[in-house]
DNA sequence: ATGTATGCAAACCATTTGCAATGAC
DNA sequence: GTCATTGCAAATGGTTTGCATACAT
């Protein structure tokens, strides 16, 4: 369906997570079309969390057109070659992010922003952490509260209902 | 719209939860409705997690008719209320429980099943745990791996893809 | 050439919403 | 008697699916 000449997406194909991306690929048999690429590649470019919707509008933003199911369908893809991980806070839409060192989600349940924090002594804590009849893979540690710039806009104004993050449902 | 002979739902009304939840209506000004009282009543007899869908057969069962939007009217002012919390576990729809003392939730990704472990340890680290700029109110660590049954499994079959229980969509 | 991946539109399904009827106050 | 709450049915919206076409191999 495409008809557009290719742009460069596997620019970056040095980098050792496409290699490991181009691995699985070979590894699953599955093809290495241009969509997956250009996908990763935004991915890689992203700092933090995405949406769906945020992803797509980055890619097309760059003048390369995919489906929004081909969206959804890479990102379950990456996922399941442990390059990417899902999270849905409470109240809003799925989220994505590529796998990193572990850390903390702290998320603002007045605007809805998320923001990472690195935590050693906690990722220390859950290395040695053992449960019973039960083997552990990978975990998620999300903490709600308030931002400091909610905080502080929650001295002036009573009761805020400000909603303004897309991400907040 | 409900024309049967009121059923008893207040019975546990010496319950703190219940008194809690009674507070919180007068405070502010919502009606004591005996659907809410079921539903509540209802949540506190399961030990553990449960779907919108549970619930609700779970009410009904008890020959108690409460409509879908109720059941999820009244979940909903429950969290409000600081009583129930709401999880979405990876790959899964969401599933509500009653707010206890601090749990690890380990979630089994092949069977879908939720296990709740007490970890006053790790309850002791969060508490203690302050963040730069930001105001922790509550926080929920998902530990993500595979079950002793699971595991016993997946010995004997190669690539189970055994998705039996109902919360796994 | 072969069969997988894409794109589109339709289907899905948990959740939300609008509104008339009910019942808590 | 009022107006919040219920129940129903319809709407919503993120995600999935079916199928024809394109293209990676």
Not at 91 to 101: D, F, K, N, P, S
């Amino acid at each position: 369906m495409k008809t557009e000449p290719k742009i460069d997406v596997n620019a970056d194909i040095a980098d050792p997570v496409v290699r490991g991306f181009s691995d699985y690929l070979d590894a699953h048999d599955m093809r290495k079309t241009p969509e997956r690429y250009a996908i990763l590649n935004h991915i890689m470019g992203i700092n933090g969390h995405f949406t769906i919707e945020e992803l797509q509008q980055l890619i097309e933003g760059d003048g390369f057109r995919v489906s929004r199911s081909t969206v959804y369908n890479t990102v379950e893809l990456l996922i399941q070659a442990k390059i990417v991980r899902r999270h849905v806070f409470e109240g809003m839409v799925a989220q994505y992010e590529r796998i990193t060192l572990p850390h903390t989600h702290l998320i603002c349940t007045s605007c809805g922003k998320v923001k990472e924090v690195r935590d050693p002594n906690f990722a220390a804590f859950m290395n040695a952490r053992r449960f019973n009849a039960f083997n552990a893979d990978h975990y998620s540690l999300y903490v709600y509260g308030t931002c400091s710039t909610c905080a502080r806009k929650s001295k002036r104004i009573r009761q805020s209902s400000d909603r303004r993050d897309k991400k907040l449902k």
